[in-house]
């Protein structure tokens, strides 16, 4: 019971000792609070960098991770290159080609391009050089030997006998016309499912070369 003599206790006139401690509790808690939220984004920061920039097992620390763009590039052609068009290795078969070259080059019209100017087809020719090669025993070597000159004749805006083979007269020394003609029709079936799906500037190309049958 308050003294009869005294004001009464008026709560707006206490020390503020108390509220400027809960104020004190409260500011150290805060800042507690932002310690520990900057220690866990540090964390969820470096932990995943760390696990990408260190090395993979295997791996030689010392290299990077990552190739160089112009080594893969490099690489990647290499890999990518097309086939020669040397002729492949014939082995026993008494069978040697001679380089493909390109005869001519067409498109409609009037317009004529000079073999010099025509673009290669090296799958097309490298498949025309197997051919050959796997038909060598149409040439017997009791025949005499001597050589043919085969021309594929590619059309690629034509819907039948896209690849047409031909064996000129004045491009053989082998005295059988017959057995000139029964290679052609051997490479032309050989080459039947050579596909002509690949790039090309001209819708009609002549390709030569030249097999030379060794004899008996």
Partial sequence: MPHPLLPPDDPK?????DIAALAASVDRVGKIQLIIVGLLTLALVAIPLYLWRRPRAGEDSSEPLVRPVAAVSATSADT?????SAAPDAGTS???LSEMSVLSCHDRGTKKTAPSECDRLPAIESAFAAAIVKRAECVPQSAGGGTIQYVADVG???TRN???ILTP????????????S??????KKELASTSLDVPHGHERY???VTASYAGR
Avoid at 80 to 84: E, K, N, R, T, V
Avoid at 169 to 180: E, V
Avoid at 182 to 187: D, I, L, P, Q, W
């Fill in 13 to 17: 006139r206490r020390p503020p000792t």
């Fill in 80 to 84: 990518a290159a097309p086939p020669s």
């Fill in 94 to 96: 008494g069978l040697s």
């Fill in 156 to 158: 690629f805006a034509r």
């Fill in 162 to 164: 896209k690849i047409a």
């Fill in 169 to 180: 007269r004045d491009g053989r020394t082998l005295k059988s016309a017959k057995l000139a």
């Fill in 182 to 187: 029964t290679c052609a029709a051997a490479v």
């Fill in 206 to 208: 002549k390709l030569a």
